[in-house]
Protein backbone atom coordinates (compact mmCIF):
# COMPACT_ATOMS: atom_id res chain seq x y z
CA UNK A 1 0.00 0.00 0.00
CA UNK A 2 1.64 3.59 -0.61
CA UNK A 3 1.14 6.39 1.03
CA UNK A 4 0.73 9.22 -0.85
CA UNK A 5 0.16 13.35 -0.27
CA UNK A 6 -3.17 14.85 -1.63
CA UNK A 7 -2.54 17.97 -3.98
CA UNK A 8 -4.07 20.41 -1.25
CA UNK A 9 -1.39 20.76 1.37
CA UNK A 10 -3.79 21.64 4.51
CA UNK A 11 -4.89 17.49 4.13
CA UNK A 12 -3.40 14.57 6.06
CA UNK A 13 -1.31 12.33 4.14
CA UNK A 14 -3.50 9.43 2.67
CA UNK A 15 -2.68 5.59 2.89
CA UNK A 16 -4.07 4.32 -0.81
CA UNK A 17 -5.66 1.17 0.11
CA UNK A 18 -6.35 -0.15 -3.84
CA UNK A 19 -4.96 -3.28 -4.58
CA UNK A 20 -1.76 -2.54 -7.50
CA UNK A 21 -3.82 -4.36 -10.06
CA UNK A 22 -6.51 -1.52 -9.97
CA UNK A 23 -4.74 1.13 -9.99
CA UNK A 24 -4.88 3.06 -13.59
CA UNK A 25 -7.99 1.34 -14.29
CA UNK A 26 -10.64 4.03 -12.56
CA UNK A 27 -10.43 7.34 -11.53
CA UNK A 28 -10.65 7.14 -8.04
CA UNK A 29 -8.96 5.18 -5.19
CA UNK A 30 -10.06 4.19 -1.51
CA UNK A 31 -8.11 6.14 0.96
CA UNK A 32 -7.68 6.22 4.60
CA UNK A 33 -6.48 9.22 6.44
CA UNK A 34 -2.90 9.29 8.45
CA UNK A 35 -2.83 11.79 11.17
CA UNK A 36 -0.81 12.73 14.28
CA UNK A 37 -3.93 11.90 16.54
CA UNK A 38 -3.32 8.41 17.83
CA UNK A 39 -6.76 7.59 20.05
CA UNK A 40 -5.32 3.69 20.81
CA UNK A 41 -8.28 1.96 19.09
CA UNK A 42 -8.41 -1.29 17.15
CA UNK A 43 -9.39 0.26 14.00
CA UNK A 44 -6.46 2.15 13.68
CA UNK A 45 -2.55 1.16 12.86
CA UNK A 46 0.34 3.09 14.27
CA UNK A 47 3.05 4.09 11.14
CA UNK A 48 5.88 6.28 11.18
CA UNK A 49 9.15 7.14 10.04
CA UNK A 50 10.13 3.37 8.70
CA UNK A 51 7.22 4.70 6.57
CA UNK A 52 8.28 7.62 5.21
CA UNK A 53 6.58 9.99 7.66
CA UNK A 54 8.00 12.49 9.99
CA UNK A 55 7.20 10.89 13.48
CA UNK A 56 4.52 8.26 14.36
CA UNK A 57 1.10 8.64 13.68
CA UNK A 58 -1.84 6.63 12.65
CA UNK A 59 -4.02 5.11 9.68
CA UNK A 60 -7.38 5.89 10.51
CA UNK A 61 -9.51 3.09 9.38
CA UNK A 62 -12.70 4.77 10.66
CA UNK A 63 -12.57 7.37 8.33
CA UNK A 64 -11.92 5.99 4.89
CA UNK A 65 -12.90 8.03 1.72
CA UNK A 66 -12.86 7.75 -2.18
CA UNK A 67 -10.81 10.95 -3.45
CA UNK A 68 -9.92 11.24 -7.12
CA UNK A 69 -6.48 9.16 -8.02
CA UNK A 70 -5.36 12.62 -9.93
CA UNK A 71 -5.70 14.57 -6.35
CA UNK A 72 -2.68 12.24 -4.91
CA UNK A 73 0.31 14.32 -5.68
CA UNK A 74 3.23 12.83 -4.27
CA UNK A 75 4.38 9.80 -3.13
CA UNK A 76 6.49 9.61 0.45
CA UNK A 77 6.17 5.55 1.42
CA UNK A 78 5.08 2.28 1.87
CA UNK A 79 3.76 -0.06 4.63
CA UNK A 80 5.08 -3.59 4.08
CA UNK A 81 3.15 -6.86 4.28
CA UNK A 82 3.39 -6.71 7.76
CA UNK A 83 1.47 -3.55 7.95
CA UNK A 84 -1.00 -3.99 5.34
CA UNK A 85 -1.69 -7.31 6.92
CA UNK A 86 -3.09 -5.10 10.12
CA UNK A 87 -4.43 -2.57 7.97
CA UNK A 88 -7.01 -5.29 6.94
CA UNK A 89 -7.91 -6.48 10.63
CA UNK A 90 -8.21 -3.07 11.40
CA UNK A 91 -10.66 -2.26 8.08
CA UNK A 92 -12.95 -5.36 9.42
CA UNK A 93 -13.23 -3.89 12.73
CA UNK A 94 -13.93 -0.48 11.48
CA UNK A 95 -16.82 -2.00 9.00
CA UNK A 96 -17.98 -4.58 11.20
CA UNK A 97 -17.32 -7.15 8.71
CA UNK A 98 -15.93 -10.64 9.80
Not at 34 to 60: F, M, R, W
Request: hydrophobic share 40%; net charge negative.
Amino acid sequence: MDVQIPEARQIAPRADLEPPGCIGLIDTVIVAPITSTVYGVPSEVIVGIDQGLKHDCAVNLDHIQTVSASKLSRYIGRLDDSLMAKVCVALQIATGCD
